[in-house]
Every structure is written in C-alpha cells, then in structure tokens.
C-alpha cells in the first residue's frame, strides 16, 4: 500500500490567493482527519470524516477554512483567502473505525508558505 | 474541554541512558493512548500504543505505561541510542462507535549525545 498520499507536498503562495491541499487515505480506511502543525501551537486537529461525513470541526480556525470529504478516497482542505498566518505544514492521516485497530496513519504533510 | 499535557518540553541524555516522558490527560472516558515519534522534516509516526485495559506493554526498548486512575501514562526508552532523537508525542482518544478523535500532547524534543 502507498500509504496516505498528500499534494502537493510544498506550496508558496501569496496573501490573499486561494489554497487548495489534498489527501487520499489509505484505501480501506474510513476515517480521515486533517491537522495543522505549527512550532507555536504543535499538533491540532482541524476536522476529521467517518465515512465521508464531517465528524467534529471544532477545530477548524475560522471561516477561510473548508474541507470536503466526496468520495472515500479523496478529500480536500481549502483556504480562501490565505494569510501569513496560515503558514504551517498540514497533516491528512487516516484510520479504519471498523475492525477496532484505532491506530492513526500520518501522509507526508504539506508545508504552506503564504507570503 | 479535553486536554494532554506532556512533560518535559525537551530532554537531553548520553547514549545508553533511559529517557521517560510524562502525559497527563482530562477526558476520563479516554480509552486508547498511542505514541508518536517524529524525526525532522519527516510525519508522526506511531511507535507504541496502549488501551485502557492494559496497564503496561513493551516492544523492544520501549515501553508504555498507563495509570487510568491518576489520568497519566508514560513512555520509557531504555538504552537510547542517537537515532532516538526526535520529537516524540503522546495522545489520548475516547473512542466508541464511530467516535476516533485524538488530542495531541505538545512534544517532548529528544536529544541523545554519542
């Protein structure tokens, strides 16, 4: 299996622009989280999906951010208009609910710089 | 709200040396606690992990403990070597029936000197 799979694995952007990262989970896996990580505020979930459907978006940082989960293999997290501050690398991982193995499966993460 | 927190923020130790790393969680229902290591500019890595069932479980020279009643668990690393070095994190996850989320604690930075 290639694992989870993020693109693009980098992106320079300027303020203002629109954001668009992306993610396949394991194939399989029904759950998918996406998280933020930063050196001021570590690891945070942002959202995660069972079964395609959002499950918790507490942590989603304000209205510029979005996620779509449409089909079990692809999922996307969106940023419009990007800041400064958006500037971190963001972490899609996924995990299977159904078989009771609760172990979480990190992709390579994609550093934004928004400039 | 839930909470993990992690102790130290860093840690630095001679090769050979054992290094432990403290969490403490809020979320009494939290029942699965796993541990992650993650190198520089790599993803966070599952090392070891643990239920609420269990009070202690070893893979190698690591080592995870868990006391549900004080709301605390810790990782032991025996014999470090260099390719230790790394930032590890804890987590705890209440998880029923489709409910799987995890709270981070904040790192703990591991350096081991040859």
């Known amino acids: 299996d290639a694992g989870v799979i993020q693109s693009p694995r980098h992106e320079v952007t300027e303020m203002g622009q629109e954001v668009t990262l992306r993610c396949k989970p394991i194939s399989g896996h029904n759950s998918l989280f996406w998280y933020r990580q930063t050196m001021m505020r570590g690891l945070e979930l942002l959202i995660y999906f069972n079964n395609n459907v959002p499950i918790d978006d507490s942590g989603m940082p304000e209205d510029r951010f979005s996620a779509k989960m449409p089909n079990a293999s692809f999922s996307t997290l969106k940023i419009q208009p990007s800041e400064p501050r958006d500037s971190a690398v963001y972490f899609c991982?996924?995990?299977?609910?159904?078989?009771?193995?609760?172990?979480?499966?990190f992709g390579p993460g994609t550093r934004l710089t928004v400039t | 709200g839930e909470n993990v927190e992690q102790h130290p923020s860093t840690l630095s130790v001679q090769e050979g040396d054992s290094a432990v790393i403290k969490c403490t969680y809020s979320?009494?229902?939290?029942?699965?606690f796993p541990w992650y290591k993650q190198e520089l500019g790599k993803r966070p890595q599952l090392i070891i992990d643990i239920r609420s069932n269990v009070g202690e479980k070893k893979d190698q020279r690591i080592a995870v403990t868990l006391n549900k009643t004080a709301k605390h668990f810790s990782l032991h690393i025996t014999e470090t070597q260099p390719e230790d070095s790394a930032v590890y994190f804890c987590a705890a996850g209440a998880f029923s029936g489709g409910y799987n989320k995890l709270i981070f604690g904040a790192g703990t930075r591991l350096a081991v000197h040859p």
């Open positions: 991982a996924s995990s299977s609910t159904g078989t009771g193995a609760y172990e979480q499966y």
């Open positions: 979320d009494s229902a939290s029942n699965y």
